[in-house]
């Protein structure tokens, strides 16, 4: 079901969750955001005690985590590790380093691959990650790459974290931002990359709801929504 569906990709920050969530409220898609299930490893790592750039210790893992994605009835999705709501913990800064070095092992990626093309064949969906529109749904009728300078990624950050309580400082947020970047594109396993086909959208000078409008009327115009 591709052919309906987009691919959101950029760097961490980039307000892709955010941006695609509105988007699949206004158009009946299903909202996937695949960082969180990299969170979700990282934070089941992290309280597992294994290192999070401990290949073989990750790996071992995997086959004892459930992972489920599910949406309530806002169409808000929530996050569970074995039975238990983790949506707010993999949204912590701490949680934020695990998922990067995570997201670079190949068996975490392999092990989340197939639940991701799985929504993507099922569903009509707006997917976001990094790797979405080059590995994940290469065949997506439409492939965004949302983009902007690390201190402004890391100011909106910053700002949704504070609203949702959580004590941390601009200079921390701005490193996590900068050393995400770095491992995200640097990573031999589907780094992050632009594909040859995406619509790149720069959201420099423009806020959230003038983001949100220019990401309506690509998708109204690319896929007749």
Do not use: W
Request: glycine share 8%; hydrophobic share 40%.
């Amino acid at each position: 079901m591709e052919e309906k569906s987009v691919a959101i990709d950029g760097p961490s920050g980039a307000g892709k969750s955010t941006l695609a969530r509105m988007a699949a409220r206004r158009f009946g898609l299903i909202h996937v955001d695949t960082g969180a299930l990299y969170r979700c490893v990282g934070l089941h790592a992290l309280r597992s005690g294994v290192a999070s750039k401990d290949a073989d210790g990750v790996a071992a893992l995997l086959p004892c985590i459930d992972i489920e994605m599910r949406h309530d009835g806002a169409g808000v999705q929530r996050m569970y590790i074995n039975g238990s709501d983790v949506t707010g913990d993999i949204r912590l800064p701490e949680t934020s380093i695990y998922a990067s070095d995570v997201s670079a092992l190949p068996p975490v990626r392999a092990f989340l691959l197939d639940m991701q093309k799985e929504m993507a064949n099922k569903y009509n969906v707006i997917m976001d990650g990094r790797d979405i529109g080059t590995v994940v749904m290469p065949c997506a009728g439409l492939k965004i790459f949302l983009t902007a300078p690390p201190e402004i990624r890391a100011g909106r950050r910053y700002r949704e974290l504070l609203s949702g309580e959580v004590e941390t400082t601009f200079d921390e947020v701005l490193r996590d931002i900068e050393l995400r970047d770095k491992n995200d594109s640097s990573r031999a396993a589907a780094p992050l990359t632009v594909a040859g086909d995406a619509v790149v959208v720069d959201t420099t000078r423009i806020g959230l709801d003038e983001s949100f409008d220019l990401l309506c009327s690509i998708i109204s115009e690319r896929l007749r929504l």
